[in-house]
């Protein structure tokens, strides 16, 4: 990986020095940032037992915070250097513990790192023309070119989201505007690689095409489950991911299918084998800990649609499904997933830059997961010290307000039937609060 990152920057000299065609001034720099604080609370809800790992059941309140600052500099026509810096702090309801489908992705699941500000993405981003062909883009904290090839190779090397480019929905994946929850805004069953803050250091390459595209990415897994630290040993440990994107450029209503395949490698444990320590006396309670070794391959599939049905209004949803033994390691406890929505932006009520949007989602585990649950075992997010099982589902619906240039807020209400898969505790419902900022 640093060697990928040395050749990067020679790569980027050597196109400053060659480039012919240089961007006008002010498409060189890219400034912004933007502020996101949610407010949730839910209230108190039936639950004849708890855990560590538990949704608490009494009234609770959070608030968490995210503040962002965007940089970039086209050094070519087809060469950019992005650089953001973030701070996330405040914490989740109970502490993010007892939910697969959280209900804040803003939220960081160790609030011990506290607020302090991070380097969230490093990124060299190269895009090689295969045709004369253009097209206008949108500029972005992501990319800053208004025009762009219509045939092209996109190279990224450096720290970035995994989800900033895999599994990306228009309807369904901004927390600051859209939807909150982590298995609405994204595939449950993804297991992407990321740290605690769900970034990682990687490289991905990516053809597009007009009506198709399709990208793969080299990423860096945590050392341990939900860990900070990532393991740079790529022989070991390291996460594969392919996506095949399928447009419809030239209908009037424009349809995306979006086909994920990804494989993560890791010290990961089994949870069969945590159940047979348990049963055979060799540890008191099932430890998915003490059953971790190197090389372990967890994998799984993803498919991802969105349908714009008038000029106003977008259906959308997701299935995954990924590996049953092996723990969920890197994003949240979900072994299989499913989730349908939609959004109408408000032109109809003459609000046009408000939006509206409700969505369904559904997560399930692996028989060798909820037993390991069922016996006591805790995973990094879930672990009542017991489990009826049932089905997690999520009923989420939001509308944002756009209040003045860059500022909106919006409200957000989630329901959400057997927390942590458990049909002995809630249902509970979140209220949420949000305020955002660009500037």
């Not at 589902?393 to 898969?421: F, K």
Request: net charge neutral.
């Amino acid at each position: 990986m640093r060697l990928a990152l040395c050749a990067a920057s020679i790569l980027c000299l050597s196109v400053v020095g060659a480039s012919a065609q240089e961007p006008e001034l002010a498409d060189r720099l890219w400034i912004s940032g933007q502020a996101n604080v949610i407010l949730q609370r839910h209230g108190a809800f039936p639950a004849p037992y708890s855990g560590d790992h538990s949704l608490r059941p009494v009234d609770e309140t959070a608030t968490s915070t995210v503040l962002t600052l965007f940089t970039g500099v086209r050094l070519a026509r087809h060469t950019e250097v992005l650089v953001d810096v973030e701070s996330a702090g405040g914490r989740g309801i109970s502490d993010a513990f007892g939910l697969a489908g959280f209900t804040n992705l803003d939220v960081v699941r160790n609030p011990s790192l506290g607020a302090a500000p991070y380097l969230a993405r490093a990124m060299f981003h190269h895009t090689i023309a295969l045709g004369k062909e253009e097209v206008a883009a949108e500029r972005t904290p992501l990319s800053l070119a208004r025009k762009i090839p219509a045939r092209r190779l996109d190279i990224r090397v450096g720290k970035f989201g995994t989800a900033d480019f895999f599994d990306v929905n228009s309807a369904g994946s901004d927390s600051h505007r859209q939807f909150m929850n982590w298995t609405v805004d994204n595939n449950g069953a993804y297991d992407y690689a990321a740290d605690t803050r769900g970034y990682t250091w990687g490289a991905i390459v990516e053809y597009q095409d007009r009506a198709w595209g399709i990208r793969f990415g080299e990423m860096l897994m945590p050392k341990v489950a939900n860990g900070i630290d990532l393991d740079w040993h790529i022989w070991r440990a390291r996460a594969e991911n392919v996506e095949i994107e399928l447009r419809t450029p030239s209908a009037k209503r424009q349809r995306v299918v979006r086909l994920l395949s990804y494989v993560n490698h890791a010290d990961m444990g089994d949870y069969r084998d945590a159940v047979t320590r348990y049963v055979n006396g060799t540890d008191a309670v099932p430890t998915i800990e003490n059953t971790r070794a190197q090389g372990r391959i967890k994998y799984g599939f993803g498919a991802n649609v969105e349908q714009e049905t008038s000029a106003d209004v977008r259906v959308f949803g997701r299935l995954g499904w990924n590996e049953p033994h092996f723990e969920s390691f890197a994003y949240t406890e979900v072994n299989n997933s499913a989730e349908v929505g939609a959004d109408a932006a408000g032109a109809r009520w003459k609000r046009p830059l408000d939006r509206l949007g409700g969505a369904f989602a559904t997560n399930g585990l692996s028989q060798d997961h909820r037993q390991y649950l069922a016996l006591g075992g805790r995973g990094f997010l879930l672990g009542d010290g017991a489990l009826r099982y049932g089905r997690e589902a999520i009923l989420e619906g939001y509308y944002t307000a756009h209040l003045w240039r860059g500022l909106s807020a919006s409200a957000d209400v989630q329901h959400i039937t057997n927390p942590g898969y458990n049909r002995d505790r809630g249902p509970v419902s979140i209220v949420s609060v949000r305020v955002h900022a660009d500037f």
